[in-house]
């Protein structure tokens, strides 16, 4: 079955980088676009950006260009989310999910278990 | 960019109730780009329905979703006590084309 199994739980200084792992199973890896979406506590969802992992072309949401950077290593089916720059508000649940689609439409079926960023000086 | 309102914020209602659950964008949205999530507190969130109408696997024929431009609904018509989460909508689309969410509806018991 299809596995994404995340990294664990960071915490950060304000202005500190952090980098957050997507180890995916169970599927082949270069097939499926993976996205990254945060949520802060209690609020919503919110996604961050996509990348292909068999050409590594990335799309990131217009808030934050400039500060993510999205990879990944065929080698080990791993995506990777850096985010740099980081603020208070930036403390959150990570989580990367797997884009699927068929004739019905496209849909995220699979997530990981999302890792929590603390920022905190 | 695409906003997405789901109303109403909260729903507050009994188990073997039905709720109905919108969700508005702010321009039309393709059909076979809008899907709906269930998140429970301490958990990834869950797709219910993807391409505005198909149910995922395994999820039950309680859950159905219908619309098209812009104006979609979720609907359950006869809540579970495990239908009692929050809800959102997610669309993809928009100049440049990015994916949204909406603010979410809580599906609370009365």
């Known amino acids: 079955q299809v596995q994404l199994v995340q990294s664990g739980a960071e915490v950060k200084k304000p202005g500190a980088s952090v980098k957050v792992s997507c180890k995916a199973s169970?599927?082949?890896?270069?097939?499926?676009?993976m996205h990254w979406v945060r949520q802060a506590p209690g609020q919503g969802l919110e996604w961050m950006g996509w990348i292909s992992p068999n050409s590594g072309g990335t799309h990131y949401a217009q808030k934050f260009q400039g500060r993510v950077t999205v990879t990944r290593d065929t080698s080990i089916s791993t995506t990777y989310m850096e985010l740099s720059g980081l603020r208070s508000d930036d403390t959150a649940l990570y989580y990367c999910t797997r884009e699927s689609h068929n004739s019905g439409g496209y849909y995220w079926g699979d997530w990981g278990q999302g890792t929590l960023v603390t920022v905190s000086s | 960019e695409i906003v997405l309102t789901q109303s109403p914020g909260t729903l507050s209602l009994s188990p073997g109730e039905r709720a109905t659950l919108s969700c508005r964008a702010s321009q039309s949205v393709s059909s076979s780009h809008l899907a709906w999530y269930q998140q429970e507190p301490g958990q990834a969130p869950r797709l219910l329905i993807y391409?505005?109408?198909n149910r995922a696997t395994g999820i039950p024929d309680r859950f159905s979703g219908s619309g098209s431009g812009t104006d979609f609904t979720l609907t359950i018509s006869r809540l579970e006590p495990e239908d009692f989460a929050v809800y959102y909508c997610?669309?993809?689309?928009?100049?440049?084309?990015?994916?949204?969410f909406g603010q979410g509806t809580k599906v609370e018991i009365k």
């Open positions: 169970g599927y082949t890896f270069t097939d499926y676009f």
């Open positions: 391409g505005a109408s």
């Open positions: 997610q669309q993809y689309g928009g100049s440049p084309p990015a994916w949204t």
